[in-house]
């Protein structure tokens, strides 16, 4: 849904509230707090969707329980934000979203924490297949000097060995991706426990590159190796499906946000694996609404 489409549907409060209702409710509207389907609506009430629940005796609306709960923000604005975040391939900053929706830079910021937070809690299936691992490195890159022999030395590498934050990573061949942030120093315990806990051992190849943490792989699935100092491919065995994810994630670092830190780079990793992983959905704004009450 692009943003004409959603200033179009959404023109006021009331239209967004109607809306969010239908995703939640349906025709059925219960209570967040208790469940009893015993509610009715305030419609002597000043503000747009209040509820009474008769069971707890409660008031609240569609927006109790979301992350639109308590916002002073207009929804429509919420809305857009979605839509604009949802089709940015590459992200957007917040500087740029604040300009967008003539809001100042701090709401507009709290405003995409709140949707990349719903965007970290979705939840899938376990991988299968035939499923690539890697890891990469998020920080920056090192600065040159003027001397050519300051692109060589201790503390030029652009991977391991650096102080940048490790993120590893799954993804399934024609799949979905899964990201997480790692603590420094990527052991084989820790990435054997990552894999161990989002690919189906059963029937799945893993392919990786030749670093000696995936060792351990090999003895509870099947496991297979290609080695970067000789080929970046050898038939099926490959790791450029992930690397290419890689490549979105370092972008919107580079050429978007420049910099996050590591308290927040869980809520911008799960923005770019949401967005991989509805790549081909032809409706992600319907599909992140749904999700945010699932």
């Known amino acids: 849904m692009n943003l004409l489409t959603i200033f179009s549907r959404f023109p006021d409060q009331e239209a967004c509230i109607e809306f969010l209702e239908r995703v939640r409710w349906g025709d059925s509207p219960y209570c967040p707090f ?24 409660s008031s609240f609306n569609v927006l109790s329980g979301t992350i639109f709960e308590k916002t002073r923000l207009p929804l429509q604005k919420w809305f857009l934000a979605i839509g604009i975040l949802v089709n940015a391939k590459k992200s957007v900053s917040s500087c740029q979203l604040a300009r967008d929706l003539d809001m100042n830079q701090k709401s507009a910021w709290y405003m995409q924490q709140r949707i990349r937070a719903a965007m970290l809690t979705e939840e899938g299936e376990l991988l299968q297949g035939i499923v690539e691992a890697d890891e990469t490195y998020i ?20 991977g391991r060995g650096t102080r940048k934050t490790p993120v590893i990573g799954v993804v399934e061949r024609g799949g979905r991706v899964v990201a997480r942030q790692s603590s420094p120093g990527v052991s084989s315990k820790i990435l054997s426990k990552f894999i161990a806990s989002n690919v189906d051992r059963n029937g799945t190849l893993i392919i990786t590159d030749e670093f000696g943490g995936y060792v351990r792989l090999a003895a509870t699935m099947n496991h297979a190796v290609i080695r970067h100092k000789e080929r970046y491919a050898e038939g099926l065995v490959h790791t450029n499906t992930i690397e290419g994810f890689w490549a979105l994630l370092k972008r919107a670092w580079y050429g978007t946000h420049h910099h996050y830190s590591k308290r927040y780079m869980a809520l911008f990793i799960a923005e770019s694996c949401w967005k991989y992983n509805h790549r081909k959905n032809a409706d992600p704004f319907g599909t992140f609404m749904r999700g945010c009450f699932a």
């Open 34 to 57: 208790c469940g009893s389907t015993t509610v009715a609506r305030k419609s002597e009430s000043e503000r747009i969707g209040r509820w009474n629940c008769h069971g707890c005796r």
């Open 139 to 158: 920080g920056g890159k090192p600065r040159r000097g003027n001397r050519r022999d300051d692109d060589e030395g201790p503390g030029k590498f652009t």
